[in-house]
């Protein structure tokens, strides 16, 4: 946990770069994913919940604000060339800024960043998994016995095996469980693969005579 903690930053200028950074550093791997789930996992710099921040975006590009309808300002679609871009613009190494005309009539550049999707400002994480450190070892101590305690049918995925440790490694090879191993994942298995899960789990609920398999449904057999 230390090492995970200490290879995260601890604030992002944009939802973009929280994401960007969960995805770079394979925290998740699916893209999608991570749009979703980031969100949901920072706080502005006014306490205000990422996810609420694009919900809220979303809702008024979609022409609704607090479920009615909302006034649409008028705006250039971000394909539409102007015809004056040409004398508008302003070479700056090898990149050109756009420049904009100040109450004088001369031509003044812009040179402030551009705002992303949630705007300017800070977003730091939403829970301060350091201030748990006290709880770490009754999340992990006497996991794998307390699994393979369970008086019902198991399932556990995983990213790989090379952390199994000894008393999962005895009792799948006992046929205590079944063991489903995902290709091309990470830590987070469900959000870098979600469709594959969904079908390991309906297949197990299916072979346990938990549920019915609807006619469309082809289960898959488990690997191991």
């Known amino acids: 946990m230390h090492t995970v903690l ?15 950074w969960c995805v770079r550093s394979g925290q998740v791997r699916n893209h999608e994913s991570a749009r979703v789930s980031m969100p949901g996992q920072v706080v502005s710099s006014t306490g205000v919940l990422a996810a609420k921040m694009v919900e809220d975006i979303v809702d008024t590009e979609q022409g609704y604000v607090g479920g009615q309808p909302a006034r649409r300002q008028p705006s250039v679609s971000r394909d539409s060339i102007s015809e004056e871009v040409e004398e508008a613009e302003v070479e700056s190494g090898e990149f050109k800024i756009p420049a904009q005309q100040a109450s004088n009539g001369s031509l003044t550049v812009d040179r402030s960043p551009p705002e992303t999707f949630t705007g300017p400002g800070q977003f730091k994480w939403r829970i301060d998994l350091a201030r748990t450190e006290p709880h770490w070892a009754g999340w992990f101590t006497g996991l794998s016995t307390r699994f393979l305690g369970v008086p019902t049918a198991k399932l556990l995925l995983l990213a790989g095996v090379d952390r199994l ?30 469709d594959r899960v969904a079908e390991v789990l309906a297949t197990f609920l299916i072979r346990n005579k938990l549920c019915t398999a609807t006619d469309s449904f082809s289960p898959s057999f488990p690997a191991s």
């Open 165 to 194: 440790d000894r008393e999962l490694t005895v009792g799948q090879m006992q046929g205590k469980f079944q063991m489903q191993v995902l290709p091309q994942v990470g830590h987070t298995v469900h959000e870098d693969s979600p």
């Open 6 to 20: 200490q290879g995260r930053p601890r604030m992002f200028n944009s939802v973009e770069q929280a994401v960007e």
